[in-house]
């Protein structure tokens, strides 16, 4: 999720809206270095005339030549706009990686079922869990339509029996029964996968 995100994110913000994709520089900076298929000879071949006279750049990936004609102001107004697109890709990334997000991602559906299933976790790290899901309830659960708590456990136990619509209320009482479940021992391996098509028996759950 997070890197789809990112992918549309950057294409509003970053490099593709600024025109500074490597074939879009170069377009803008000089002009492809042109071959033309020379009959008596059965093969292309490059012009000549250019050879010395323009700097030239050959482009990994296809191996074309470009002959470069921008002055120097040109090429130092890109090294510009790419310092400051770099930057965004460090924000976003940094954003990406902070809080809720790099434990989770970023949640894009509007309706989930969070499913909890805590293994074998001692107690210490049941509360680990506990504030982690804390966290993404306030910071990411906010933000959607609906949304739905289900514990795996012998019996299963759900926050509520449908998903609810999202306010403060709802995310607040959804941390209070978060904070007031038992730890308990591993339960059975069929327990997640119960668990699991509880929660996509709403169909109004997208994730």
Same mark, same amino acid.
């Given at each position: 999720?997070?890197?789809?995100?990112?992918?549309?994110w950057?294409?509003?913000?970053? !490099?593709k809206?600024?025109?500074?994709?490597?074939?879009?520089?170069?377009?803008?900076?000089? #002009?492809?270095?042109?071959?033309?298929?020379?009959?008596?000879?059965?093969?292309?071949?490059?012009?000549?005339?250019?050879d010395?006279?323009?700097?030239?750049?050959?482009?990994?990936?296809?191996?074309?030549?470009?002959?470069? $004609?921008a002055?120097?102001e040109?090429?130092l107004? #890109?090294?510009?706009?790419?310092i400051?697109?770099?930057?965004?890709?460090?924000?976003?990334?940094?954003?990406?990686?902070?809080?809720s997000?790099?434990?989770f991602?970023?949640?894009?559906?509007?309706?989930?079922?969070?499913?909890?299933?805590?293994?074998?976790?001692?107690? $210490?790290?049941f509360?680990?869990?506990?504030d982690?899901?804390?966290?993404?309830?306030? @910071?990411q659960?906010?933000?959607?339509?609906?949304f739905? !708590?289900?514990?795996?456990?012998?019996?299963?136990?759900?926050?509520?029996?449908?998903c $609810?619509?999202v306010? @403060?209320?709802?995310?607040?009482?959804a941390?209070?029964?978060?904070?007031?479940?038992?730890?308990m021992?591993?339960?059975?391996? $069929?327990?997640?996968?119960e668990a699991l098509? @509880?929660?996509?028996g709403? @169909?109004?759950v997208s994730?």
């Amino acid at each position: 999720q997070s890197l789809v995100s990112s992918s549309k994110w950057l294409q509003h913000y970053g !490099l593709k809206r600024n025109k500074l994709s490597l074939s879009q520089i170069l377009s803008q900076i000089g #002009f492809p270095h042109r071959k033309g298929y020379v009959t008596t000879l059965g093969k292309p071949v490059a012009s000549q005339y250019a050879d010395g006279l323009f700097p030239q750049f050959k482009r990994a990936q296809d191996g074309s030549m470009y002959n470069l $004609t921008a002055k120097k102001e040109l090429i130092l107004h #890109f090294v510009d706009c790419l310092i400051g697109a770099i930057e965004l890709y460090k924000q976003r990334m940094e954003w990406l990686t902070s809080e809720s997000r790099q434990i989770f991602g970023v949640i894009q559906e509007q309706c989930i079922v969070l499913v909890l299933d805590f293994g074998t976790a001692a107690p $210490t790290e049941f509360d680990v869990c506990r504030d982690a899901l804390s966290m993404v309830l306030v @910071e990411q659960v906010i933000q959607i339509s609906r949304f739905n !708590l289900i514990r795996v456990a012998q019996d299963l136990m759900k926050w509520q029996q449908k998903c $609810t619509p999202v306010s @403060e209320h709802t995310v607040k009482s959804a941390v209070t029964w978060l904070w007031k479940l038992e730890h308990m021992t591993a339960v059975s391996h $069929t327990s997640s996968a119960e668990a699991l098509l @509880e929660a996509m028996g709403d @169909e109004a759950v997208s994730s």
